[in-house]
């Protein structure tokens, strides 16, 4: 496998999210990272600092794209999270945050992940997942139980290693 | 009760009143409790967006850049379309097609006394201009709709070409583009130039074979599409600003140097340029930006995204977290209006956004005023007071 493709099965989803903050759609992002490793291939140099390269590749094919397509008026407030209060590096931490929170959710074990995102996500009640999947109360329990627990581990390392990183 | 319940009842809104105090004391407990709740409240918000997350398919999106890739490199080598000469096209396209399908509907929607077409204001959008100052000193006035010719040169009124030289003599034109206005100059060797509003630009008329082609940028933001050395016996292309000078063999990159402003920003956006101010030197790559501090007389670099860079250009402004004066000194260059703010912090206030250039500016500060970002305006003449 080349370096380039390895980079893309890994972190294929990752550059989508990065494309997706800007494009707000998910088919566009895909589209756009697609076409940067179209790119890229092309060129056939090697490339240092490779993912680097493509996150900032992915920034800007994104940010084209947009302007292109909403050439418009749309001025508005960055949301609070994003105001002059908090830096650029805060920005890229949420980021890098939201990356691996999905991650771990891709990563817990397929019921596991089932029943906690029909939970979490969709808001079903326990006894409605049971009866749903048909499974007992307590099995969703357990699931639960199992998912919070990999997820703390997962985050807490997570946090870590952002507060080192920076 | 038990703690993992209170977490998910109150994830899932079910949690009682008199619950809340105990999930308080939970979430204080640990560091790990609040990392938990809040990220799995975020991923609550961001429903949408995880959900197409989890339905990415990597296999399949390989193999369709494999497939892509392929029916790309059984065209001919050279089809690469020259995306540049198409820009005026596409500002055209685009403001046809957002004009009459978002921002305008958008604005008459806002407004319930929309204000008429055809009522005069004051204040103009910016539009095709420039001052074309001959060797002997005679000033010429281009715009839109007007034509100009001589022996070296030829303009329609949106854009200046000089074409092959009668004589190889060389002479110096400046190029005037006052607020309010931008234009394009393509320059006898062939490199292009736009220039944006409150801009001047000083060049020859003839380019010397072999010798290095000299410009200057006098003031204000250009954007350089540079006819490649090899075209010229290898000869470089420099453009001056003060004591910067910017090295080149054929790219693009916009260069900002405005009046009044601390800072001179070179950003590149194909090949590669050497930034030159006396004893310092940087080369570029693409998506970087060299910034020149005026006061402090450094020389820094800097990754950027391109593309708000150098938007104007396609008739767009494009702002990502600019702080709310700094917008408002672009839009004055473009409207030649003057802002002033009698909320001083709103000044800092950071924005992202687009807006496109072809906009009334009362359009603009309607959309404004309907999105909370003012509360009112006040237009005196050329100023307008923002509250």
Not at chain 2, 51 to 61: N, P
Not at chain 2, 78 to 93: I, L
């Amino acid at each position: 496998m080349s370096p380039l493709e390895k980079t893309f099965k890994n972190h294929y989803k990752e550059f989508c999210l990065l494309s997706f903050h800007y494009t707000q759609d998910m088919s566009e992002a895909e589209d756009v990272v697609q076409d940067v490793f179209v790119k890229v291939l092309e060129k056939s140099e090697d490339i240092t600092q490779l993912k680097h390269y493509l996150m900032v590749a992915v920034k800007n094919a994104s940010l084209k794209r947009i302007t292109n397509k909403y050439a418009c008026v749309e001025l508005k407030e960055q949301s609070l999270t994003e105001g002059s209060l908090f830096s650029e590096t805060d920005k890229e931490h949420a980021f890098k945050r939201k990356v691996q929170l999905y991650k771990q959710i891709d990563l817990l074990p397929t019921q596991c992940r089932k029943i906690f995102l029909m939970c979490v996500l969709e808001g079903y009640k326990y006894q409605e997942v049971a009866d749903r999947l048909g499974i007992s109360v307590n099995t969703v329990k357990t699931q639960m139980k199992k998912a919070y627990k990999i997820l703390r581990i997962a985050l807490k390392s997570l946090y870590l290693l952002i507060i080192t990183a920076a | 009760m038990k703690k993992r319940d209170i977490l998910f009842k109150k994830l899932t809104s079910q949690l009682q009143d008199q619950e809340e105090e105990a999930f308080q004391q939970w979430l204080q407990k640990s560091e790990e409790n609040s990392q938990l709740y809040e990220s799995l409240t975020l991923l609550q918000k961001e429903k949408k967006e995880f959900k197409a997350y989890q339905h990415l398919d990597v296999d399949k999106a390989w193999k369709k850049v494999q497939t892509k890739s392929k029916s790309k490199n059984h065209l001919p080598l050279k089809q690469k379309v020259k995306k540049k000469s198409t820009f005026w096209m596409m500002v055209a396209c685009i403001a046809l097609l957002v004009g009459s399908v978002t921002g305008l509907s958008l604005f008459t929607a806002s407004s319930t006394t929309p204000i008429e077409a055809n009522k005069p204001t004051s204040i103009q959008t910016g539009s095709d201009k420039a001052v074309l100052t001959l060797a002997d000193g005679t000033q010429v006035t281009l715009q839109k709709g007007k034509q100009y010719q001589t022996q070296s040169l030829q303009c329609n009124g949106e854009q200046l070409v000089y074409k092959e030289p009668v004589k190889d003599q060389v002479q110096f034109n400046y190029l005037t583009v006052p607020r309010g206005g931008q234009f394009l100059v393509q320059l006898e060797d062939g490199t292009k130039v736009w220039l944006n509003s409150e801009t001047q630009l000083k060049y020859p008329t003839v380019f010397v074979p072999g010798q290095t082609r000299q410009v200057s940028l006098v003031y204000g933001e250009a954007y350089f599409d540079v006819s490649p050395s090899e075209n010229h016996n290898g000869a470089a292309f420099v453009v001056a600003h003060k004591q910067q000078l910017i090295k080149v063999l054929g790219t693009e990159f916009n260069v900002k140097a405005y009046k009044g402003e601390a800072y001179v920003y070179t950003t590149l956006v194909e090949g590669s340029v050497k930034v030159n101010i006396q004893e310092k030197e940087k080369v570029l790559i693409p998506n970087q930006q060299a910034v020149w501090s005026l006061q402090d007389k450094t020389l820094e670099m800097a990754t950027v995204a391109v593309e708000p860079e150098i938007s104007w250009k396609q008739g767009i402004f494009h702002f990502e977290g600019s702080q709310l004066q700094d917008i408002m000194k672009v839009l004055g260059r473009w409207y030649d209006v003057d802002f002033e703010f009698e909320n001083q912090k709103l000044k800092e206030t950071k924005f992202v956004g687009l807006i496109k250039k072809s906009y009334q500016i009362e359009e603009i500060l309607m959309l404004m005023k309907s999105a909370d970002i003012i509360t009112e305006y006040k237009i005196n003449k050329r100023t307008i007071v923002l509250k």
